[in-house]
């Protein structure tokens, strides 16, 4: 009974990840489109985490080892949603995942050891957006992952 229960759910999760946007077949207009669309529909808890993750992986604490931002709280919140809205770039990562990135130059967002970074970088995972939704998202633009935010450069 356990054994079927384990293989049902692997298989649906299989089957989920095939069903889920390749984002490396999109073009950086419809990448650059669901990230405007997710920045105006996120809601409170994907930032939260989006804060979390982020905070926990050293981006938002001054390192020498781990890039790290130097803006104010408020200015950080401004630049990240601005990034995801209207990114200068696009990048497929990891068949479902989008890097959307935004140069801020020549105002420094953030240091990583003696070098200042200018651009911000947020790292989402679209897995939860069927292939068949790409044009109309709406309905799943809550369960989209914000994964990490990061200066760059």
């Not at 803006?71 to 990891?94: F, G, M, R, W, Y």
């Not at 105002?107 to 044009?135: F, M, Y």
């Amino acid at each position: 009974m356990l054994l079927g229960r384990l293989l049902s759910g692997i298989t649906l999760l299989v089957g989920l990840e095939a069903l889920a946007l390749p984002t490396t077949t999109l073009s950086p207009d419809q990448r650059a489109a669901l990230g405007k669309q997710l920045a105006e529909h996120a809601g409170a808890s994907q930032w939260q985490q989006l804060w979390q993750r982020s905070r926990h992986a050293g981006y938002l604490h001054e390192q020498s080892t781990v890039p790290h931002f130097s803006l104010d709280s408020n200015e950080l919140i401004k630049a990240a949603a601005l990034t995801l809205s209207q990114p200068k770039e696009t990048s497929a990562v990891n068949q479902t995942q989008v890097l959307y990135r935004r140069d801020f130059a020549p105002k420094i967002v953030g240091k990583h050891a003696q070098t200042s970074l200018s651009a911000v970088c947020i790292w989402v995972d679209w897995r939860a957006l069927p292939e068949h939704a790409v044009n109309r998202p709406a309905p799943y633009l809550g369960q989209i992952s914000l994964l990490l935010v990061h200066p760059c450069q």
